[in-house]
C-alpha cells in the first residue's frame, strides 16, 4: 500500500473531541515517551514533519488525528513513562491516553517497543491492558537501526524474558533507514481489506481507569 494523502486533522484531549466519523478505521500508536512513535508515523506517511518529533521526551501531548488517503487514520498518542514532567502533567497525559484507548472507536493500537530496551511494568500492563480488553493490537518494535543482526537477536532473546511473540507476530522499523516501512503498511493494508468491521468490544470505563495506570 502507498500513502498518497496525509494530513493533520485535528488535535483532542476529550472524546468529544475525537472526529465525528465513527466508520473510518483508527491505526494508534502508543508507547514509553521517546520510543519513536512521531517519528514512525511520518516514516510511513513519508512526510517528515507531519507529527512533530524531539529529542526530549514528551513532545505529544495531545492526541493528535491524521487523515490518511481520506481512508483511515492514524492516531498519534503522547507517551508514558516519562519521569521529567511535573505529576500533574504526567497524569493528564495519561488520562488523554486511556479514555481514547477505552473510548469505543474502531481501532489497532500500534504498541511501540525501543528494540534496545527490556519492556519496562508500564509497557507490560499497555499489553496486559490491550489483551484483556480484547483491543486489536500489534507490536512494533523501533529503532532497529540502532543495533547490528547479532546485536538484534540478542535484545530479542532478552525481550522474551519479560513478553511472549513470535518473530512472524511483530514489526521491526527504523524511522532513519525506513526499513520495515513496507511491512507496516501492507499490515495496514490487509487490517483494512479485512475490514475488521466489528466494534471493538470493551468493559466498563470505571473498570478501564482503574486497571490502567499510567
Ligand atoms: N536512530 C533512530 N532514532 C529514532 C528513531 N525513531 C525516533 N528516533 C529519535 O528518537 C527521538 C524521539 O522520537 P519521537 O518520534 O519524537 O518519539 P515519540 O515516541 O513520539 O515521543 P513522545 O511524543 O515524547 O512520546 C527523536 O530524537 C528521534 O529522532 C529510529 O528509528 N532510529
Ligand atoms: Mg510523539
Redesign the pocket.
Known amino acids: 500500500m502507498e500513502i498518497k494523502h496525509s494530513d493533520f486533522l485535528k488535535s483532542a484531549v476529550y472524546e468529544k473531541d475525537y472526529p465525528d466519523q465513527l466508520d473510518k478505521i483508527e491505526f494508534s500508536?502508543v508507547?514509553?515517551?521517546?520510543?519513536?512513535?512521531?517519528?514512525?508515523?511520518?516514516?510511513i506517511t513519508t512526510r517528515k514533519k507531519l507529527?512533530?518529533?524531539?529529542?526530549?521526551?514528551?513532545?505529544?501531548?495531545l492526541i493528535n488525528y491524521f487523515k490518511i488517503n481520506n481512508e483511515f487514520y492514524i492516531v498519534?498518542?503522547?507517551?508514558?513513562g516519562?519521569a521529567k514532567v511535573p505529576k500533574a502533567m504526567k497524569k493528564e497525559w495519561g488520562d488523554t491516553m486511556n479514555r481514547y484507548l477505552a473510548s469505543h472507536r474502531k481501532k489497532l493500537v500500534f504498541v511501540?517497543l525501543d528494540i534496545r530496551r527490556i519492556p519496562n511494568n508500564d509497557d507490560l500492563e499497555m499489553l496486559q491492558w490491550l489483551d484483556h480488553y480484547e483491543v486489536p493490537f500489534k507490536i512494533i518494535f523501533?529503532?532497529?537501526?540502532?543495533v547490528s543482526a547479532n546485536e538484534k537477536y540478542k535484545c530479542i532473546k532478552d525481550i522474551r524474558k519479560k513478553i511472549e511473540f513470535h518473530n512472524d507476530d511483530v514489526l521491526f522499523?527504523?524511522?532513519?533507514?525506513n526499513e520495515g516501512k513496507n511491512e507496516i503498511l501492507n499490515f495496514i493494508e490487509k487490517m483494512l481489506a479485512e475490514k475488521f468491521a466489528e466494534p471493538i468490544k470493551i468493559g466498563e470505563e470505571e473498570e478501564v481507569s482503574e486497571e490502567i495506570e499510567l
Open positions: 500508536f508507547g514509553r515517551s521517546n520510543v519513536g512513535k512521531s517519528s514512525l508515523i511520518n516514516s507529527a512533530k518529533t524531539s529529542k526530549t521526551p514528551g513532545r505529544t501531548q498519534d498518542l503522547p507517551g508514558y516519562f511501540l523501533t529503532k532497529i537501526d540502532k522499523h527504523s524511522s532513519l533507514s
